[in-house]
């Protein structure tokens, strides 16, 4: 299983991104899907989650501001980021879990910043 994040970038602080997540098997086959975030030196956050009935879940930092979804049709999973923050930047990871296994994308890198 592949995961492909992309979407990052360099973004104004009040501004706006929207990360996407190709995953190349059907992702309604995984429990959950999720975004993840991790700067120099820390752990990796949990952002946000989306299980396969689609409920959401999101750490208290970016509630109101983030929104994760999925596409089944295209295999896809997004996270929209508005209103964003210098504290938002990171290397954002996205990640998808079966029964089995936990998958891993690589990272893309959003920076936040005037």
């Known amino acids: 299983v592949q995961l492909q994040a992309s979407g990052g970038g360099l973004v104004q602080p009040g501004g706006s991104l929207r990360l996407s997540c190709a995953v190349s098997r059907r992702i309604f086959s995984f429990d959950a899907a999720a975004w993840y975030r991790q700067t120099p030196g820390k752990q990796r956050d949990l952002v946000a989650t989306?299980?396969?009935?689609?409920?959401?879940n999101y750490a208290d930092s970016v509630k109101g501001r983030f929104t994760i979804s999925r596409d089944n049709g295209k295999n896809t999973v997004y996270l929209q980021m508005n209103s964003l923050k210098p504290e938002d930047t990171a290397v954002y990871y996205c990640?998808?879990?079966?029964?089995?296994?936990?998958?891993w994308g690589r990272g893309t890198q959003v920076t936040v910043s005037s």
């Open positions: 989306i299980t396969t009935g689609g409920s959401t």
């Open positions: 990640n998808a879990r079966d029964d089995y296994n936990t998958y």
